[in-house]
């Protein structure tokens, strides 16, 4: 598989996201502009996912026990990380929640704070959107600027 295919299925995994993604691009050569553009779209198909999911398996797989507990540990860490925030500030809170690029914190568990919150679909995909163009921004940046500072120091030594 070529880098660009690599870059968009870590950008689409839920533990890697945008993180993954945008890193490996340009640790490729692939362009700034295009590892953005390209890591963010993939990204953004965590919030049809999610709903789809959410939406249509959720109530068949409910059923079965393991995945019940699963679920309530899932909804127990979720409600820990994002509650308060998203009941306080509602979708700003999804956004920068969405924006800052740490583990556990994305476009999947954003989605699905906003399913599990029932915050209206429309309003959610913007928040979640800002909040990847954001985070995009911010990882194609720390990156570019270790890789520069890398560069400089090792032109220096």
């Known amino acids: 598989m070529n880098d660009y295919i690599y870059s968009i299925i870590l950008s689409m995994m839920p ?7 945008i890193p490996y691009a340009l640790a490729h ?3 700034p502009v295009t590892s953005y553009l390209m890591c963010c779209a993939a990204n953004l198909l965590a919030f049809p996912i ?3 999911f959410m939406g249509f398996l959720h109530d068949l797989f409910s059923k079965m026990e393991w995945y019940s507990r699963l679920f309530d540990k899932i909804v127990i860490r979720t409600r820990k990380k994002v509650g308060e925030n998203i009941e306080k500030w ?4 999804l ?8 583990p556990v914190t994305g476009a999947y ?3 699905f704070a906003a399913w599990l919150f029932d915050i209206q679909k429309r309003k959610s995909f913007l928040a ?3 909040g990847v163009l954001i985070s995009g921004l911010i ?3 720390v990156f570019l600027s270790g890789v520069e500072l890398f560069s400089f120091f090792m032109k220096n030594v």
């Open 109 to 111: 568990t954003g989605t």
């Open 95 to 102: 956004m920068v929640f969405v924006m800052i690029p740490l």
């Open 90 to 93: 509602g979708f700003w809170g």
């Open 50 to 52: 999610v709903y789809l």
């Open 128 to 130: 979640v959107s800002l």
């Open 15 to 21: 533990i890697a996201e945008l993180r993954g993604g």
């Open 139 to 141: 990882v194609s940046a």
């Open 29 to 31: 050569n692939i362009h």
